[in-house]
């Protein structure tokens, strides 16, 4: 499908950043997934290069740039080149902006500079063992004591949980409101702070997850982002755009999954022709472009509705719902053209159909979208 949405600029944005991740990114990949993390050499190669945070303002060393399509591009690129463990993404549109919306001057300064190098490699730490869907259940407490909070609680399934340097953390600051969470800036090496396992996974081998431990750890005052209380609304502001970049960032992984599909099935060859020339094969292709296309217009409408001030979330938790739902189908449909090549390893497109699973989970899992979607339907 044609897009008539990026200009030149964006166009050389797009080509520098394809060019990185096949330099710095795809090649290293098998290793990585060995690893279990990626280095942080790779953050610091981003940054260098002005792919982190790049809508961060001039003074705190961004390039100010106030155009959510490049944060659109960074994501749809991570995706069209199958990448699931190094994730600017989550550095820079879904943790900063806690930061740089609603955070001090002082937090600002302090934290974001550093998060624009990649000497600071940022995560944020919502989820309890008890606490996933249902936040308002969260334990973890931040108790005042003059001028610091005391932070007592168990995070897990943290992405970035191993390489990162600095966490937004949401806790309890009054324990008998439900809804009174708020929000801090942490950093690894206070004393108290604490990594748990490093989580084995099903799939996104390359991306650290793990639990974080925080145990009497001080937190000083002036590393409340915000209002007290007021964490929930933080996060709720928050989950718009992290809905939209992963909804972009499955677009972008569908269209490389349909890529490794449609270069296969030209391939093989069974019955004495191409598997492309069954009508099977071209009837579930067409099936899965058109959703793909569909999915591309919907996404880069919400991009545009950005831009104008408008952060729709019930439009962010719709393309959430049905990327995350159409990048399964089209990993899934993708091992089944493959046939048992798909099942192994060695084809890309296994990886995919085990990397796809979460995106259906986490965020917010597609049962809470279409909780979210129908509130809004029946509210009106
Ligand atoms: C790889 C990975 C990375 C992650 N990264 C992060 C991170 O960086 N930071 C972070 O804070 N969290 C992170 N998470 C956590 C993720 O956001 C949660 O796992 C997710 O929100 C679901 O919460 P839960 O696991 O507690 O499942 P639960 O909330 O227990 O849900 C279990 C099932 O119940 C369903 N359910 C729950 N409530 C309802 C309801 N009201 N109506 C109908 N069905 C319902 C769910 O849809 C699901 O099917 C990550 C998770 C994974 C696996």
């Known amino acids: 499908m044609k897009r008539y949405n990026f200009d030149e600029d964006h166009n050389m944005f797009r080509d520098s950043f394809r060019a990185f991740l096949q330099q710095e990114v795809v090649p290293h990949r098998e290793e990585w997934r060995e690893a279990g993390i990626v280095p942080r050499e790779v953050y610091l190669k981003a940054g260098e290069m002005g792919f982190l945070i790049p809508q961060a303002p001039e003074s705190l060393g961004g390039l100010a740039i106030d155009d959510f399509r490049f944060q659109q591009i960074i994501s749809e690129e991570i995706g069209l080149c199958g990448e699931t463990g190094f994730m600017p993404q989550l550095h820079s549109t879904i943790v900063a902006p806690y930061i740089m919306n609603n955070g001090s001057d002082f937090l600002k300064e302090k934290y974001i500079p550093k998060a624009i190098t990649g000497e600071y490699i ?46 937004v953390v949401a806790a309890r600051t009054d324990p008998t409101v439900p809804h009174a969470i708020s929000l801090f800036v942490v950093e690894a090496n206070w004393e108290g702070f604490k990594r748990g396992a490093h989580l084995k996974k099903m799939g996104m081998k390359s991306q650290d997850t793990a639990e974080l431990f925080f145990d009497n750890v001080k937190v000083p005052k002036e590393n409340l982002i915000g209002v007290e209380g007021q964490g929930f609304k933080y996060l709720m502001g928050g989950l718009a755009e992290e809905r939209l ?5 499955n677009v972008g992984t569908a269209e490389y999954a349909f890529n490794l599909t449609k270069e296969f099935v030209q391939d093989r060859k069974v019955f004495g022709k ?3 020339a069954m009508q099977n094969t071209q009837f579930k292709m067409a099936e899965l472009r058109a959703r793909l296309d569909m999915a591309i217009a919907y996404t880069d409408t919400l991009v545009a509705n950005t831009n104008r001030g408008d952060h729709d979330s019930i439009g962010a938790s719709q393309a959430k719902l049905l990327t995350s739902e159409l990048l399964c189908d089209v990993a899934d449909e993708g091992v089944q053209l493959h046939g048992g090549a798909g099942y192994m390893e060695e084809y890309p497109i296994s990886q995919v159909f085990a990397d796809a699973r979460i995106t259906r989970i986490f965020a917010g899992t597609s049962e809470i979208m279409k909780l979210i979607i129908a509130r809004a339907i029946f509210s009106e």
């Not at 606490?131 to 168990?154: C, K, P, Q």
């Not at 970049?245 to 960032?249: H, Y």
């Open 245 to 249: 970049i992963c909804a972009i960032w």
């Open 274 to 276: 191409p598997l492309s």
């Open 122 to 167: 940022l995560g944020v730490a919502m989820t309890e063992p008890d606490a996933g869907s249902d936040l308002a259940g969260m334990r973890a407490t931040a108790v005042d004591n003059g001028d610091h909070y005391v932070l007592n609680g168990n995070k897990t399934y943290i992405s970035n949980g191993i390489c990162g340097d600095v966490f």
